[in-house]
């Protein structure tokens, strides 16, 4: 597979003259391009050989974090009095806890479109300040930056809501940085 020309590494380009050399060039253009497709399509082939080997193994692994995350996140939505006032709580390999999503713009149920939202918004007095010109189209940075004036129920008259996700995440600890399990569990009580 080897068919590839060492190039000098300092030489000069040389000057083409004829057509002849032209010709020349080009095939071993054509050459290299052809050379470098087959290469691509053995490293997809090995590619795609590796991912299947591992596809069995991974996907088993994912099944056990998903179960056990389920777990551990039932359990944290069941003592929220173990983070007190923090959204963490530090265990011996890893710290559990909830990150708060910032908000977003969103449409009130799937029944609502953005144009029909843009149209809606348009026809309030209150709202044609969330449009952007010239096409109507939903300014969803000035609404959230009006979020706190505008009520749940004048944004659901237009089919939109302000949301904010919670989620739930393990972060492990580096190998070093782990923190004994008494010390963790006191420090939850």
């Known amino acids: 597979m080897n068919n590839t020309i060492p190039l ?7 000057t083409i003259t004829s057509r002849h050399e032209l010709d020349a060039v080009v095939e071993n253009i054509v050459q290299l391009q052809l050379n470098r497709a087959e290469i691509e399509r053995e490293q997809d082939q090995e590619i795609a050989g590796i991912r299947q080997k591992f596809r069995a193994p991974l996907a088993e ?3 056990y974090l ?3 995350t389920t777990w551990v996140e039932t359990w944290a939505r069941s003592h929220p009095d173990s983070f007190r006032d923090r959204q963490s709580l530090a265990l011996t390999h890893a710290v559990i806890g909830f990150r708060v999503s910032p ?3 969103d449409r009130a149920s799937r ?24 096409a109507l189209e939903v300014n969803k940075e000035a609404l959230l930056a009006d979020r706190a004036d ?9 089919g939109l809501k302000i949301v904010q996700e919670e ?7 580096r190998e070093t940085e782990g923190i004994d399990a008494d010390e963790a ?3 939850a009580a």
């Not at 505008?150 to 237009?158: C, D, G, H, I, Q």
């Not at 989620?167 to 600890?173: G, V």
């Open 185 to 187: 569990w006191q420090e």
């Open 61 to 63: 692994i994912e099944r």
């Open 111 to 134: 029944k609502w479109t953005w144009s029909a939202i843009a149209e809606k918004l348009g026809e309030m007095a209150w709202g044609r300040r969330y449009l952007r010109q010239p």
């Open 8 to 14: 000098p590494v300092s030489a000069p380009a040389p």
């Open 167 to 173: 989620r739930f995440y393990i972060a492990p600890h």
């Open 66 to 68: 998903t179960l056990e």
């Open 103 to 105: 908000h977003r713009v």
């Open 150 to 158: 505008l009520s749940s129920a004048e944004l659901r008259t237009v």
